[in-house]
């Protein structure tokens, strides 16, 4: 079976493409790298000379401002809440 040139990479034994995954429950759909998650980010932040409060607060406020389109992609970005 010869497969497409942009089928490679995606079907198992094709070539994998690093960074990439293939998601089981809908094969051949490319999903990117998993998200560190909030607090690991949160930790990069304040590895660059801020508090883990304000890391925090700075996290907080990208993702209270993301788009539309990255809060279709991720909806966990909605559970955040506005400040009071």
């Known amino acids: 079976m010869d497969i497409p040139k942009f089928m490679r990479g995606i079907l198992p034994n ?3 493409v690093p960074g990439y995954t293939v998601a089981a429950p809908h094969p051949g759909k490319i999903t ?3 998200h ?24 907080a ?5 993301a788009s ?3 809060k279709r ?3 966990r970005l909605k559970k955040v ?3 009071k």
Not at 36 to 50: C, L, M, S, W
Not at 61 to 65: E, I, L, M, S, W
């Open 81 to 83: 809440k506005t400040k």
């Open 14 to 16: 094709s070539g994998h």
């Open 32 to 34: 990117g790298p998993a």
């Open 61 to 65: 406020n990208a993702t209270r401002n």
């Open 73 to 75: 992609k991720n909806p």
């Open 68 to 70: 539309a389109a990255a």
């Open 36 to 59: 560190p998650g909030f607090e690991a980010v949160q930790g990069k932040i304040a590895g660059e000379g801020y508090s883990k409060a304000a890391a925090g607060a700075i996290l």
